[in-house]
């Protein structure tokens, strides 16, 4: 039997490097493409305008995760009421990747179209929890949700699942509010969501906030949040502008340590906010 020559061994491992590397291409491409579209699919949802008022500045800033599929499901949303008041939310899915996206569309999409039968945030957030679990989906969204009076500074909040949100007073006081939350959305029927009502005060700032901004494996939560809590005292005394402070606050997520997505929203107040 004659012996195969070295040369056809040769182009053979040549064919099958060049195979594989065309597959690994074709894989490249695919996963791309799949996180462009989660991506476009998450900014796509994301509200385009924010709502306006006298004295009311809205701030936001949102990084995605494009750590080959790492992508998340993060959310913030802005936008006015029926009875003239502003809606305010932030949020995040469980999971990274495109479902995670996807799901969020519909967390979002669900919450504003209630918030137009009730704009109370508990009964709000419950409303939603219980169309998520109608979906069948297995996935599930942590939330805030606000709703603030921007002629008097009076605002109402409940939390589903979500880390607290940071304020702080133009005379140099912050910290991290203390409510009682519920359960995140999507997992049991019939929660009840307390709501907890605050004051946003002339020169005052609310920072909402998604875990990717404070939480990661070279941060803990707690000390995140203490330094979101640091630059919103600062940024109140100083009356820097809510733009400036929700671009600082970002900044500060590449200390936490992965790639994830992170959203912040800042509200303040500078008009006649009256008792």
Not at 48 to 75: F, M, S
Not at 110 to 121: D, H, M, S, V
């Amino acid at each position: 039997m004659p012996r195969k020559r070295p040369t056809d061994d040769g182009d053979e491992l040549l064919a099958r490097l060049g195979s594989l590397t065309a597959q690994a291409r074709e894989r490249a491409e695919l996963q791309r493409t799949q996180v462009e579209l989660a991506i476009a699919l998450q900014r796509g949802m994301l509200p385009r305008d924010l709502p306006t008022a006298p004295g009311l500045h809205l701030a936001v800033r949102y990084a995605p995760a494009c750590y080959g599929l790492n992508v998340g499901g993060d959310w913030y949303d802005a936008f006015p009421l029926p009875d003239g008041r502003i809606g305010l939310a932030i949020g995040d899915v469980q999971g990274h990747n495109i479902e995670a996206a996807a799901f969020m569309g519909q967390v979002r999409a669900g919450l504003r179209a209630l918030a137009f039968a009730t704009g109370e945030p508990g009964e709000l957030l419950a409303r939603t929890n219980d169309l998520l679990l109608s979906l069948g989906s297995e996935l599930f969204a942590t939330c805030t949700f606000m709703r603030l009076d921007p002629a008097t500074g009076a605002m109402e909040s409940a939390r589903a699942g979500h880390i607290p949100f940071v304020w702080a007073t133009a005379d140099g006081k912050s910290g991290v509010v203390d409510d009682e939350g519920g359960p995140p959305l999507g997992i049991q029927r019939g929660i009840d969501y307390p709501v907890t009502r605050h004051r946003l005060t002339t020169g005052g700032l609310f920072v909402l906030l998604t875990d990717g901004v404070v939480e990661g494996p070279s941060l803990a939560v707690e000390d995140g949040l203490e330094q979101v809590t640091r630059l919103a005292g600062i940024a109140a005394v100083a009356g820097l502008e809510s733009h400036a402070l929700a671009a600082a606050v970002i900044k500060g997520a590449e200390s936490v340590g992965h790639e994830d997505d992170a959203a912040v929203l800042v509200v303040g107040l500078d008009g006649p906010a009256r008792p």
